[in-house]
């Protein structure tokens, strides 16, 4: 069991750039999460699938954000232009079965944005 | 509105000794509280998980207890060693959103020998 795969490890970027992270989540889950990281907020839940159907998007912080899941294997979290505020590590984690079920993540994609 | 509390101040302890770590949590209901574990460059791993009907749970030298009266969870780490230095986050899920796992910020724990 590889995990879950998160691509790039790090990312820099200048403002205004689109940015795309990408996540293969552990095969055979059906939920999908797309989670933010920072010291002043802690992680935060951006959007989640289940089923490769986006289910609860209410945390993406605007509209320059967008994820998508076009199969059960892949999903993109894109950002369209990149601020500075965007700096931080995204967590993408997936698991099996609904709620109570634990979460698997990867080891995250730091952005930084200048 | 919904908030999930951990010290933000790291808890320095000494090797063999028991860790305990708080969660509180205010305007929530949850069905399911989890335990994760957080190390420098990682994602959070999965520790424990107990249901709002358990009053205490048990792995190796881990315990936790939830209290849903007192809104408040502990996590317990007996004969700490240096190696279960890291960051500890609580998880609720339920109440107003099943599938959302919402975190709390964290608290680092430190083991010293």
């Known amino acids: 069991d590889a995990g879950v795969i998160q691509s790039p490890r790090h990312e820099v970027t200048e403002m205004g750039q689109e940015v795309t992270l990408r996540c293969k989540p552990i095969?055979?889950?059906?939920?999908l999460f797309w989670y933010r990281q920072t010291m002043m907020r802690g992680l935060e839940l951006l959007i989640y699938f289940n089923n490769n159907v986006p289910i609860d998007d209410s945390g993406m912080p605007e509209d320059r954000f967008s994820a998508k899941m076009p199969n059960a294997s892949f999903s993109t979290l894109k950002i369209q232009p990149s601020e500075p505020r965007d700096s931080a590590v995204y967590f993408c984690?997936?698991?099996?079965?609904?709620?109570?079920?634990?979460?698997?993540f990867g080891n995250g994609t730091r952005l930084t944005v200048t | 509105s919904q908030k999930i509390e951990q010290n933000s101040e790291a808890l320095n302890i000494q090797e063999g000794k028991t860790a305990t770590l708080t969660c509180n949590y205010t305007?929530?209901?949850?069905?399911?509280l989890q335990w994760y574990r957080q190390d420098p460059g990682r994602g959070p791993v999965f520790l424990l998980l107990?249901?709002?009907?358990?009053k205490e749970k048990r792995k190796e030298r881990l315990k936790v207890t939830f209290d849903t009266t007192l809104k408040q969870s502990l996590f317990h780490i007996t004969a700490s060693q240096p190696a279960d230095s890291a960051t500890y986050l609580c998880?609720?899920?339920?109440?107003?959103?099943?599938?959302?796992?919402?975190f709390g910020t964290g608290t680092r724990l430190l083991v010293s020998p």
């Open positions: 095969s055979g889950h059906d939920y």
């Open positions: 305007n929530y209901s949850p069905a399911y």
């Open positions: 998880a609720l899920e339920g109440g107003t959103g099943f599938q959302k796992l919402v």
């Open positions: 984690a997936s698991r099996l079965g609904g709620e109570g079920s634990p979460l698997h």
């Open positions: 107990i249901r709002e009907n358990e």
